[in-house]
């Protein structure tokens, strides 16, 4: 049966330890096929949240639910639809590959548990070394059998912490295609990460935690235009022509450009809104553009709010 | 027992505990050196028997061979238990492994299962094995007090029940304690008093016989039903995966 709502839902889920708040009440919906990144720093409430979903944890303010069950009451349920892959490949290491992953399809009771093994070693590359022992792989094989376990049952919805943890770039990057292939097949992903470059190739959206409270959510540009302003970054072939200063200056909405000897920079009131505009006034005026790059990354968005957020507590804390 | 109703995902867990014990150095020499010990020892005693010097008489010493036999249910699922919550916990596999759909009585029946049916096959391999060379070679009076029919009745009656008894009783301290060792040690605590009853038999202050095999029996798998339903009460998964 499929679900129509959200595949991953939090409404109001929140967790304290003992005096210590894990995550204060957070409200999330990730629709199906969604990519979603949860960012922040150690302590945050990344973690929390996963293991809340994987019903390892128990919210003790509001609901979550995974493709409509809810992890406390339903927790069965959630756990036969989600795949979890911790930061650490936790693998079974005397066990061979293929033996990891007979566990788990035969835990699963899948019907037919030699295809979805095939199917999950096929997927992840590992078809050679499936009668290897786990302990004799490298960190990045052990991830990748980490996310064949995670995947046997064929789940709908993935929770991946750190996924690309300690893995060189190529692995990472394999780590990444997988994870592309996986949600092109139906999947929806939640992952926790550090790798902020990697969040902005792959995320669709992305949350920004921090000491267990939610400061942002969008998709990786409108962070960065939220809390790096909407500066864009014009490079042209060649000096900025009478014509294209007139085009520019008379596009809507633009303020401080700054001419440089090959192109521009300036802010737009909303990026996503209006570089349209002012692209098509440059094609106008018959400029030769190279790029056209919206300024900064989620990286210096999310140091950005970081520092941001210092500052905030430093003035409280005087206060 | 609810932990059957989803057979086959406890029948999972079951057949990847063996396969693991397979590996493990420390389990699969606790698990194949002590039986043989616990075979050799009773075997020694009764071929060095003397009736003449000794004290107990015959019946005194096939109750001590007897009382090694009882001992095998009881030490090997000790250790192997320890080993069941905080083994997964050390390894970081236990955090994964709670999010398979296993509850927790189905999670907590495949762990003591496979070790409750090796051992109790183990116990009883050994033992048939023993009452096969008594058989073979023992003499007279040694003989016929220890193929007395009430000992292979006790100990069918009996071992299983214990093997349950320390398994339930390690799983209980392996569920809740940091260190494998302790977990251990715990369990021993507890397990030594238990063996009490069987002490009372081997050395005949209780005589073997039926009523009191079937009471002791009865009064271990009462003891074992009441720990079950404890270890699933204190069974608590944040608790498993936050102790480090």
């Known amino acids: 049966m499929t679900h129509a709502g959200p595949a991953i839902e939090l409404d109001r889920a929140g967790r304290t330890f003992g ?16 990519i979603f990144g949860l960012l922040g720093p150690n302590g945050s409430g990344k973690t929390t949240t996963l293991r809340i979903l994987a019903t390892l944890i128990r919210p003790t303010t509001g609901t979550a639910r995974i493709l409509g069950h809810d992890v406390v009451t339903a927790a069965m349920d959630v756990r036969r639809r989600v795949g979890v892959m911790p930061e650490k490949p936790s693998l079974y290491e005397r066990l061979t590959v293929r033996d990891n992953l007979v566990f788990w399809a035969d835990a699963h009771t899948l019907p037919d548990t030699r295809a979805a093994i095939a199917s999950a070693l096929a997927f992840v590359g590992l078809e050679a070394r499936a009668d290897d022992r786990v302990g004799q792989l490298s960190k990045g094989w052990r991830q990748r059998v980490a996310l064949a376990r995670a995947i046997v049952h064929r789940p709908r919805v993935l929770l991946l912490d750190e996924p690309s943890s300690g ?12 994870i592309r292939a996986l949600v092109a097949d139906g999947a929806t992903v939640l992952m926790n990460t550090h790798r902020l ?12 935690l921090r000491h267990g409270e939610l400061l942002e959510l969008g998709t990786p540009r409108q962070l960065r235009a939220r809390l790096l302003g909407n500066v864009v970054n014009v490079e042209l072939a060649g000096p900025p022509t009478l014509p294209v200063r007139r085009a520019v200056e008379a596009t809507p909405a633009i303020s401080d450009v700054r001419w440089l000897p090959g192109g521009f920079a300036c802010r737009l009131e909303d990026a996503d809104r209006d570089t349209p505009a002012l692209i098509a006034g440059l094609v106008h005026a018959e400029a030769q553009i190279v790029s056209v790059v919206q300024a900064g990354d989620l990286e210096s968005a999310y140091l950005e709010l970081m520092a ?12 | 027992m609810t932990a059957f109703t989803v057979a086959p995902s406890v029948r999972a867990l079951i057949r990847k505990e063996l396969r693991e014990y397979r590996h493990h150095r420390m389990i699969l020499m606790t698990a194949t050196v002590l039986p043989i010990v616990f075979l050799l020892l009773p075997i020694a005693n009764l071929a060095l028997f003397d009736p003449e010097r000794s004290i107990g008489g015959v019946n005194l010493a096939v109750g001590q061979a007897m009382f090694c036999f009882f001992l095998c249910p009881v030490i090997i699922p000790a250790t192997m238990s320890a080993f069941a919550v905080i083994g997964e916990r050390d390894q970081g596999t236990l955090e994964p492994l709670l999010t398979l759909p296993l509850s927790d009585s189905q999670f907590l029946a495949g762990k003591v299962l496979a070790i409750v049916g090796p051992t109790t096959a183990a116990s009883f391999a050994i033992y048939l094995a023993y009452m096969s060379v008594v058989v073979a070679v ?22 299983p029940v214990l093997a349950l008894f320390s398994t339930l009783t390690g799983m209980a301290f392996s569920a809740r304690a940091r260190d494998i060792r302790v977990a ?4 021993g605590l507890v397990l030594l008093p238990a063996m009490l009853p069987v002490m009372l ?15 002791f029996s009865a009064v271990v798998a009462a003891l074992d039903f009441a720990i079950w339903r404890l270890a699933l ?3 608590d998964r944040e608790r498993a995966i936050s102790t480090a």
């Not at chain 1, 708040?21 to 957070?26: H, K, T």
């Not at chain 2, 009076?141 to 100990?155: E, I, K, M, N, Q």
Request: charged share 25%; hydrophobic share 50%.
């Open chain 1, 19 to 34: 005096d210590r708040v894990a995550l204060r009440p957070l409200d999330l919906a990730i629709p199906p096929g969604e």
């Open chain 1, 167 to 178: 893995l060189d770039p190529s692995a990472a990057a394999a780590m990444e295609r997988m």
């Open chain 1, 197 to 208: 470059a990697e969040a902005e190739r792959i995320c669709d959206r992305v949350a920004i």
């Open chain 1, 308 to 319: 941001r957020t210092a500052r905030e507590d430093e003035l409280e804390a005087a206060a």
């Open chain 2, 138 to 159: 023992a003499q007279e009076p040694v003989r016929s007090a220890a193929l007395d029919w009430t000992w292979p009745f006790g100990f069918l009656l009996l071992a």
């Open chain 2, 184 to 187: 251990e040690h715990l369990s």
């Open chain 2, 201 to 215: 038999v081997v050395t005949r202050t209780i005589e073997p016989s039926v009523l009191s095999w079937g009471a």
């Open chain 2, 233 to 235: 009460r204190a069974f």
